[in-house]
């Protein structure tokens, strides 16, 4: 697939990994990404898919360190834990997986008894992301969820009881919601006992059944109100957008993409950034695409992803190549400086999608 001669310059840069798991239960209504509802996925098949497409990158870019490998979806936690144990043995063989690597799994309740929730952890997962969505059986049954409220805790529970580092999505912004409704998610959020949740604003794509529907969805100015009042409310610190955690719990692979670190995306529906031989590669999964990149173009892609965190984007040559400082100077209330780094002030995130169009040349 590539020259190997100019690979194994490389071989000593890390790689985060992504693995998609296309497979769920059923499609939820809101759902873009690229998954199918299936009751028996061919799971040798798609095993096979998986360990060829990692032995693959192997030969081309040497034993590199891996210092995260999470598996996204979909819903991985429907695969046999013995399926999971072939790819992450196969990653283990094949390149050097770090001792205290993140290795992150995402699950929906009512998919992972004890047994295998147990099961995984032992197979090397440390830490699972759940997809509990929402706190009423209600708005879990208009979003199209297979589980109850109950079912969620529950799951919650278990994986903290095994030891598993353990984080939970919600989607707030549903039709009809109010800031008093976000405020009180965020109340009973705080009962709970995590050190990690993500918060996701629900966004309406096309081709979905949401897509397809008339739903009258809160304007921007309470959406923006429901944002600031999460970050009032939750007792978890914003560390970027949409996620929240105590210190030491933020998630290692997203924190690595977001600050440009390169990473693999592995199977059909991921995506991947290749660092090689100081060139950057825009990569799909499945070996669906391989195409080198131009500077400025992932130097903007670092700004789009770095500057939704709080610690923001590092300034490098590159980054630096394509930012309009002159703006910059002159909006010293949406955006600052520190360092080698810029960011966001707390009005800056407000109106983040216009601050980065005017932010890059």
């Not at 970050?231 to 692979?253: F, I, K």
Request: hydrophobic letters at 40%; one cysteine or more.
């Amino acid at each position: 697939m590539f020259c190997r001669c100019t690979m194994w310059k490389m071989k000593n840069a890390p790689h985060n990994i992504y693995i998609h798991v296309p497979y769920c239960m059923s499609k939820c209504n809101y759902c873009a990404f690229f998954s199918t509802a299936c009751a028996t996925p061919d799971w040798d098949r798609y095993v096979n898919e998986i360990c060829s497409e990692i032995e693959s990158w192997a030969k081309n870019l040497g034993k590199i360190d891996v210092p995260t490998v999470f598996f996204g979806g979909g819903t991985p936690s429907l695969m046999p834990v013995g399926c999971f144990e072939q790819i992450l043995g196969t990653i283990q063989d094949k390149f050097n997986l770090l001792s205290d690597a993140e290795i992150t799994i995402e699950s929906n309740p009512g998919t992972l008894d004890k047994d295998k929730l147990r099961n995984f952890r032992d197979a090397g997962v440390n830490r699972l992301s759940v997809g509990v969505q929402s706190l009423s059986d209600e708005k879990l049954k208009f979003l199209g969820r297979q589980h109850n409220v109950a079912d969620a805790l529950k799951l919650l529970d278990d994986a903290r009881n095994i030891g598993l580092r353990v984080s939970a999505d919600f989607i707030y912004g549903l039709p009809g919601d109010t800031v008093a409704d976000v405020i009180n998610l965020c109340n009973r959020i705080n009962t709970l006992g995590l050190t990690h949740c993500s918060m996701y604003e629900l966004t309406i794509e096309p081709n979905t059944p949401f897509g397809k529907m008339n739903l009258q969805m809160p304007d921007n100015e309470t959406m923006a109100q429901m944002y600031l009042a999460i970050g009032d409310t939750l007792q978890l610190p914003r560390y970027e957008v949409s996620n929240h955690a105590t210190p030491g719990n933020e998630c290692m692979h997203n924190q690595n993409v977001w600050d440009g670190q390169p990473y693999m995306g592995i199977g059909r529906g991921a995506a991947g950034r290749i660092l090689m031989d100081g060139v950057w590669y825009e990569q799909l999964g499945n070996n669906a695409q391989f195409e080198k990149m131009d500077d400025n173009a992932r130097a903007i892609e670092m700004i789009l992803t770095g500057m939704r965190t709080l610690c923001g984007c590092r300034l490098t040559d590159a980054i630096k190549n394509v930012i309009d400082m002159d703006w910059v100077r002159k909006n010293q209330s949406l955006v600052q400086i520190n360092g080698d780094r810029i960011s966001a002030t707390p009005q800056g995130m407000l109106i983040l999608d216009d601050l980065m169009v005017k932010l890059v040349k």
